[in-house]
């Protein structure tokens, strides 16, 4: 198998999205590692947030705003770990050594509201191969019960 970034834990919570694995078929070696997040169909847009290492093990945090992006229909965020933001020597984010296949429809995780303008929703999903993406689609989250903007009883869903 190749080299790649392991999820072992995915945290779509408060606003961000927080990725915890590690690094498997190479030693990390050093600091300065970051998350790459490409936007498939725009290659040169990518977005880096710093990752923090503790041997093999990596942890990384995501703000939901910053994936959602004004006037695209659907965005799809691929997921790379990168050693000192060198986009050579990037590792693919996925989940591969549990012998689950399929995860895109075994695993699923909520979604979140960004704030912008379309109301964007924005969740981590599987892919075909079982790589993590970030799913990006206009329009906003319905309510939960206790956040319905009436008071009559009478008209809520139960």
Known sequence: MKPHAEIDEVWPRDGRI????SVHGREPGGDGWQLVLALRGHEKYRLRYDVRLDGTAFDASVPVDDLALDGLHKAVWDLHLSPSGDDEETLTVGRHLDDIAGKRKIFVFPGQSAQDEDGTVVRPVYSNADDLTVECVPGDLPL????LPFERTEWMVR
């Open 144 to 147: 939960s019960p206790d956040e």
């Open 18 to 21: 927080r990725l915890v694995g």
